[in-house]
């Protein structure tokens, strides 16, 4: 979720494997060369810069058909199989590429075979899976508004007011982004369970960031 730290471990996994003499490649998010596009960021970068939506047909936001293909996902097992470069996804899988399918209002079942789909295509890279969640879900939502403030939190605010998911329940304001990342995060439960290759989950890694990092590189390379 928004606030949990994912940027700092991405970045602080690439250095750690880097200092190890390993290849490694964090891709931020809103990265250029990212090798998973997803409409969710394209819709950010759009809304940033100028307002613009990518189209109805769920094309680009200029226009190109298929950017979003579930293929990408098995070019970059490929890439993984292929190469000696670790390569590290910050928000991509879930938040990027399923939780928008919860937020636009889609069955439990919708969500789970988009989840099931993208780890059916990249089944032969393994990849590991690092969740990072709060204890107080509401305190972190709060808490990461006032750090980041304006505009983000405007934009935030406004993008969660206008989804189906919100407007069917008749939600606004910060209490529906709370209510929003409560919600999801009983689907992630689930879908976490349901995750078949290593993955590891840390509860406020910011209490003891040193400690929450030398998990995740035990786990990563034990």
Request: aromatic share 8%; with cysteine; proline share 6%.
């Amino acid at each position: 979720m928004i606030g949990a730290g994912k940027t700092t471990t991405a970045s602080w996994l690439e250095d750690w494997l880097s200092s190890r003499g390993e290849d490694a490649r964090a891709y931020c998010e809103v990265a250029a060369d990212h090798p998973i596009r997803t409409r969710a960021v394209d819709e950010l970068r759009a809304s940033v810069r100028d307002g613009g939506q990518p189209d109805a047909a769920g094309n680009g936001t200029t226009g190109e058909p298929g950017v979003y293909a579930a293929g990408q996902w098995r070019a970059l097992a490929g890439r993984c199989l292929r190469g000696q470069q670790t390569v590290i996804l910050e928000s991509t899988f879930l938040q990027n590429s399923v939780m928008p399918a919860f937020i636009e209002g889609a069955p439990a079942d919708t969500v789970t075979a988009l989840f099931t789909a993208i780890v059916r295509q990249v089944a032969s890279a393994e990849p590991f899976l690092v969740y990072l969640r709060p204890t107080d879900i509401a305190a972190a939502i709060t808490r990461t508004h006032h750090t980041r403030g304006q505009p983000w939190s405007g934009r935030n605010l406004a993008f969660v007011d206008k989804s189906p998911w919100a407007r069917l329940r008749n939600l606004h304001g910060l209490g529906a982004v709370i209510a929003l990342y409560q919600a999801w995060e009983t689907v992630v439960n689930l879908l976490y369970d349901q995750y078949p290759f290593g993955k590891l989950m840390l509860t406020d890694p910011q209490h003891d960031w040193p400690a929450a990092l030398t998990r995740i590189g035990a786990a990563v390379r034990p």
